[in-house]
């Protein structure tokens, strides 16, 4: 009897505290990490397409995407090259200073806003709204079915570090993703582009960012007219 009064003691407690936490304002973390993600289809690492040949169709489109949508192994295929998984240690397929990994994808289609997850290779929702529109300032960002927005979070940097030093390593990392972006659109011959002017306010409040996470620049991914 004495055992199961102190089972029954300890499994109350145990609950008294969950729910004296959760009331403190951790339930939030708790449903988030919850949350579920959309799980891409698993990339290639074989094409018909050479590096070189690659290097060679690669260029910015900025006349304009056809209304044709993007298939899901496409879009897979385009978020693994830019940050997806690519050793058994779990490093990723472009480089970051001190492997921080500071700079995250965010994906803007007409079924929401979503966060790439490298680790599962998924998609994490973060808006239902098709944002789109609001990201690009350019009418030919506007009309892609895809915009990839790279986005740093300078608090995943050692505090030691100068902001301006900060910036440059955020700006390399980002700009490394951009270059494979490129690379592999070119492979599936979709077109892209660099895009600095995005309403980085308007990001910001779509994608429900921290104070720390700023949004870098966009690239609009599509079948060009």
């Known amino acids: 009897m004495k ?5 029954i003691m300890l499994l109350s407690f145990a609950t008294g505290v969950g729910l004296s936490i959760m009331s403190c304002g951790f339930a939030g973390e708790v449903s988030k990490s919850k949350q579920e993600q959309w799980k891409l289809p698993a990339p290639k690492k074989k094409s018909r397409v050479s590096l070189e040949q690659a290097l060679n169709l690669r260029r910015s489109s900025k006349g304009g995407f056809s209304e044709k949508q993007l298939k899901e192994q496409q879009l897979g295929q385009i978020l693994w090259a830019a940050r997806g998984v690519n050793r058994p240690d779990g490093k990723l397929t472009s480089p970051s200073a001190m492997a921080r990994y500071s700079v995250s994808v965010y994906v803007a289609t007409s079924k929401g806003s979503f966060l790439y997850v490298s680790e599962n290779h998924a998609l994490l ?32 940097l050692p505090e030691t570090i100068a ?12 700009g490394a993703i951009a270059e494979n972006v490129y690379l592999q659109c070119a492979a599936l011959k979709l077109g892209t582009s660099l895009v600095g002017s995005i309403d980085k306010g308007f990001v910001k409040e779509a994608f429900n960012l921290g104070k720390d996470e700023e949004p870098l620049f966009g690239m609009p991914v599509g079948y060009v007219k």
């Open 125 to 156: 929702s973060v808006s239902d709204k098709d944002t789109r529109k609001g990201i690009g300032t350019q009418d030919y960002v506007k009309s892609a079915p895809v915009i990839l927005v790279f986005v740093a979070d300078l608090s995943k």
């Open 3 to 7: 055992k199961n009064y102190w089972k």
């Open 163 to 174: 902001m301006n030093r900060k910036i440059s390593f955020v700006s390399a990392e980002a």
